[in-house]
C-alpha cells in the first residue's frame, strides 16, 4: 500500500489488483485438490484392474472346480474350493473396503460392523484350510493304504465345517465384547473410514487381535511344518513313491509361502498405522495403495496359479475355461461394436 501512495496510485487500485492474486491462489488450491482428487482416481483404476483380472481367474477356476464329477467327490479338490471360495470372498471384500476408504465414504457403525464381520471370517478362514490341506497331503503320502479310509468326503465336509466354525467363534467373540465393552450407539455415525481397526478401537481388541494372530499361526505353522517334514521323510524311504512324495513336500512348501503372505497381509493394517502421522499424506496414500495390491490382491490369486496349472487334471479344463471365458467376451465386444 505504501509503495502504491509513494508511486501516486490510489489504493483502489492496488486493491483491484490483489483480486486477481487472491483468486488465482483459490484456483491454485482448487487445481491442487482436483490433482490429488486424479491421482486418487487413477489409485482407484489401477488397484481395481489386477483386482477385476485376479477376480475373473479364480472365478474361472471355482467353475472349473464344479463342472466335473471328479472335482465334486474328491477331498482334496473340495478343500481347494473352499480356499479359493475364501479367497475371492477377501477379494472382494478387500476392493470394496478399499473403494469406499478412497471415496471418503463415511457409515453408521452398524453398517461398519456388518461388512467387517465378512472380512473377518473369511480372513480366518484362509490359514486353517491351508493346514487341513497340509494335512490331507501328509495322509495321502504317508498313510496311502489307509487314506481311502480317513479321507472321505464327509470327512473333508466335516473338517471344512470346523474351520468355518472356528472363524465365526472369532467373530462372535469379537461382536460381543465390542457390545459389552463400547458404550457408543450402534447407529452413531463414524466420522471416519470404515476399517476393522477404526470399529475395534479400544485396547483389548488390539490385545485380542494379537493373542488370536498368535495362536493362529503359530499352531498353521506347526501343522504345515510336521506335515512337510513327515512328506521329507517319507519322500526318502524306499517304500514310498518318490515322485509322488516330492510333488506333495512341494505342496506343502507352497502351503508355507501362502501362509507366510497371509501373515503379511494381516499385518497391512498394523502397518499403516504405524506410519500414520510420520509420513506425509501423500506418501502414506501411495504405501497404502501398494501395500493393498501386493499384500492383499496378489496373494489371493497364489492358489489359482499353483494349483491350476500344477495339477495335470485341472489345468487343461481350466485353460480351456479360461479362454473361452476370453473368447466370449472378445466376441460380446466385437458384436456391440458391430451394431453400433
Excluded at 496510485?9 to 492474486?21: C, E, G, Q, V
Excluded at 466335516?158 to 472363524?167: D, P, Q
Excluded at 512328506?231 to 513313491?241: F, L, Y
Excluded at 503379511?264 to 497404502?288: A, E, P, W
Amino acid at each position: 500500500v505504501s509503495l502504491c501512495f509513494q508511486m501516486g496510485t490510489p489504493y483502489i487500485l492496488n486493491s483491484d489488483r490483489a483480486m486477481p492474486n487472491d483468486f488465482q491462489l483459490q484456483q491454485n488450491s482448487s487445481t491442487t485438490n482436483g490433482n490429488r482428487e486424479n491421482k486418487a482416481g487413477v489409485n482407484v483404476v489401477f488397484s481395481f484392474i489386477p483386482c477385476f483380472i485376479f477376480l475373473y481367474i479364480n472365478c474361472v477356476m471355482l467353475y472349473t472346480l464344479r463342472s466335473k464329477p471328479v472335482f465334486r467327490e474328491t477331498s482334496r479338490y473340495l478343500l481347494l474350493y473352499n480356499l479359493l471360495l475364501a479367497e475371492t470372498l477377501q477379494m472382494i471384500l478387500a476392493q470394496m473396503m478399499f473403494l469406499l476408504a478412497a471415496g471418503l465414504v463415511f457409515m453408521t457403525r452398524l453398517v461398519c460392523l456388518l461388512v467387517v464381520i465378512p472380512t473377518i471370517i473369511t480372513t480366518v478362514t484362509s490359514p486353517f484350510s491351508l493346514a487341513v490341506m497340509s494335512l490331507e497331503r501328509y495322509v495321502a503320502v504317508c498313510f496311502p493304504l489307509r487314506y481311502a479310509c480317513i479321507v472321505t468326503v464327509p470327512t473333508t465336509y466335516g473338517a471344512i465345517a470346523v474351520v468355518w466354525a472356528i472363524s465365526y467363534a472369532n467373530m462372535l467373540i469379537r461382536v460381543i465384547m465390542l457390545t459389552a465393552l463400547d458404550s457408543r450407539p450402534f447407529g452413531q455415525l463414524m466420522g471416519i473410514i470404515c476399517a476393522k481397526s477404526t470399529l475395534f478401537q479400544l485396547k483389548i481388541f488390539s490385545e485380542f487381535e494379537s493373542g488370536f494372530v498368535c495362536a493362529e499361526f503359530v499352531s498353521v505353522g506347526l501343522i504345515i511344518i510336521l506335515s512337510y517334514v513327515g512328506v521329507m521323510v517319507a519322500a526318502k524311504a524306499a517304500s514310498t513313491d518318490r515322485l509322488s512324495a516330492n510333488k506333495a513336500s512341494k505342496t506343502v512348501l507352497l502351503h508355507m509361502i501362502q501362509l507366510s503372505l497371509s501373515l503379511s497381509s494381516s499385518l497391512v493394517s498394523t502397518i499403516l498405522t504405524g506410519l500414520h502421522g510420520k509420513v506425509d499424506v501423500i506418501t502414506f496414500r501411495h504405501l497404502r495403495f501398494s501395500l493393498f495390491v501386493c499384500l492383499i490382491i496378489l496373494p489371493r490369486c497364489l492358489s489359482c496359479l499353483i494349483y491350476g496349472l500344477r495339477d495335470q487334471i485341472i489345468r487343461p479344463i481350466f485353460i480351456r475355461h479360461l479362454r473361452l471365458g476370453i473368447n466370449c467376451e472378445i466376441f460380446k465386444f466385437y458384436t456391440q461394436y458391430i451394431n453400433q
